[in-house]
């Protein structure tokens, strides 16, 4: 069979699924800007002009791209510099970039646990983990999500490997839930195991200066992971940790060594960007209380809302055709929400997931909740 019909029978299988997927135009994506409640610039910087102006200078200084690897000829001093920021950010020795957290993940877990070992990974950890645990010789075992009980029976059964490494976003992607990482940490404590967290949801968003997971349970884990692509407004992925931890991982994650560097520029970017956040207690708030009026609106629409007081809002319909309907009658109004389906989530548990933003105005809030409310009753789903 030629290629492409090989191809095409099975994306027909993934149509007939429901599970297709497509591009939206980048004019519509532009022109729902306003509408849409998909984006992961929390803390809305990706357009700031303090960003765009730093990115600008480093981008006349050093060029458009960064030439090479770190280890060979794209390291410069914006590198460097938003390492030092990093790590006093997340308050660790040390921080190393990659190019996305995706492969930030993919490096750790690839390089720190070895063959014997084992890495305990919560059952809703970001597909960037679910993969980066495929490549490791290390054993994965799941435990249920956030469920600490699962993890420590888990933890016990595993005592006879060398090692133990717990995984989990520290902030879950599809649920708005906050890993329990004070809990993490003691269970860690007594069964010897270290502890990875991917603060990609969480950086610039928990905690009083918005240093992520960490600063709000008031712990300090072994690894910390994030992204530079959703509340810091710019793009690349970082690790945080010890010295140590970076050394190895500079001469043994492969993601890091076989990459090139980021441009210069979105460091530049993302450096101007953790000053700024640090500073940005007043939009955390303003962020907090859309999140919770919209929560609060849901609910008294009578819809099940999901998820803590994180700016991802996962409102529950069940059946997957009902959610995209839902999708699409919102469309209709005006609002882009995505539906997510399995297996993004689990059986009867497809959602429409909002993202909240710190530019929201109330208005936004009021016809987000208006358009709720009528295709909710459209479909029966509310009275
Ligand atoms: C978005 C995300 C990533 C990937 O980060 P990129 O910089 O976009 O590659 C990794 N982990 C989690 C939990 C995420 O939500």
Aim: net charge positive; glycine share 8%; proline share 4%.
């Amino acid at each position: 069979m030629p290629i492409d019909e090989w191809l095409s029978s099975r994306l027909a299988r993934t149509k007939a699924a429901g599970l297709y997927r497509s591009l939206k135009p980048p004019q519509a994506v532009a022109e729902a800007k306003r509408t849409n409640w998909a984006s992961n610039d929390y803390l809305s910087l990706a357009n700031d002009k303090r960003l765009i102006h730093a990115a600008e200078t480093a981008l006349r200084r050093f060029g458009a791209g960064s030439t090479g690897s770190r280890l060979t000829s794209g390291n410069t001093e914006w590198h460097e510099k938003l390492e030092r920021k990093i790590a006093g950010f997340k308050q660790t020795e040390a921080a190393l970039l990659f190019s996305s957290g995706y492969l930030a993940n993919i490096g750790v877990l690839s390089s720190l646990p070895e063959k014997g070992d084992v890495i305990l990974s919560d059952q809703l950890n970001h597909a960037s983990i679910i993969d980066g645990c495929r490549i490791s010789k290390a054993d994965t075992v799941v435990y249920r999500h956030t469920d600490m009980n699962d993890l420590e029976e888990k933890l016990r059964t595993a005592q006879s490997r060398a090692r133990c490494f717990i995984v989990t976003d520290g902030v879950f992607s599809m649920d708005g839930t906050i890993a329990p990482l004070d809990e993490i940490m003691l269970l860690a404590k007594r069964y010897r195991a270290f502890v990875i967290v991917d603060d990609a949801h969480a950086t610039g968003v928990l905690g009083d200066a918005g240093r992520g997971t960490g600063e709000y349970f008031g712990v300090s884990p072994d690894v910390v992971i994030g992204t530079l692509s959703k509340a810091v407004g710019a793009e690349g992925g970082f690790v945080a940790g010890s010295k140590a931890l970076i050394d190895f991982l500079l001469n043994h994650a492969r993601t890091f060594i076989f990459q090139t560097a980021v441009p210069p520029a979105s460091c530049a970017a993302a450096c101007r960007a953790l000053d700024i956040i640090k500073d940005s207690r007043d939009k955390r708030r303003l962020l907090q209380s859309s999140v919770t009026t919209i929560k609060r609106g849901l609910e008294d629409i009578g819809f099940t809302v999901k998820g803590e007081d994180t700016p991802i809002i996962p409102v529950m319909i069940g059946d997957p055709q009902k959610a995209v309907r839902f999708a699409n009658g919102l469309k209709e109004k005006g609002i882009e929400a995505p539906a997510i389906r399995p297996p993004t989530v689990a059986e009867g548990e497809s959602r429409i997931r909002l993202t909240v933003t710190a530019d929201r105005k109330l208005r936004d809030i009021e016809a987000l909740l208006e358009g709720f409310k009528l295709v909710g009753r459209e479909l029966n789903l509310v009275k």
